[in-house]
C-alpha cells in the first residue's frame, strides 16, 4: 500500500459493466519526499477506483495490484489500483 494525493478526476464514455456507477479518480504517489512537500518525490499519475468520495488534494491510502481487487472478492472486477482510506494526518517520525 503507497500514500497518494488526489489531483483530479475521470469521466469514462464506456464502462466495463461490473463498474457501473464507479467514481475513478487521478492520483499522483508520493515517496517520503513528497509527503513532505519535495515536488522530486511526485510519481507518475495513475487512475484509481474511488468509492469513498475523496476530492483533489486529499492524500488516499493507494491499494494496487491483486490487492485492489481482493475488496471486491467473490466478484470479479478489472480493477488494478483502489483507494482504500482517505487520510487525515500523516506523522512522519
Known amino acids: ?5 488526489v489531483i483530479g478526476k475521470v469521466t469514462l464514455n464506456r464502462v466495463h459493466p461490473t463498474l457501473k ?3 475513478w479518480k487521478v492520483v ?3 515517496t517520503r519526499a513528497g ?3 519535495d ?3 511526485r510519481g507518475e499519475p ?6 469513498l468520495g475523496a476530492g483533489n488534494g486529499h492524500m488516499i491510502a493507494l491499494s494496487e495490484s491483486a490487492e485492489a481487487a481482493a475488496p471486491f472478492t ?6 488494478d489500483a483502489y483507494n482504500a ?4 494526518s500523516i506523522n512522519l517520525a
Open 21 to 23: 456507477g464507479c467514481s
Open 39 to 41: 515536488e522530486a518525490g
Open 46 to 51: 495513475i487512475v484509481a477506483y474511488d468509492d
Open 85 to 88: 482510506a482517505i487520510l487525515d
Open 1 to 5: 500500500m503507497r500514500i497518494a494525493q
Open 35 to 37: 509527503i513532505e512537500g
Open 74 to 79: 467473490p466478484n470479479q472486477k478489472p480493477i
Open 28 to 30: 499522483v504517489p508520493l
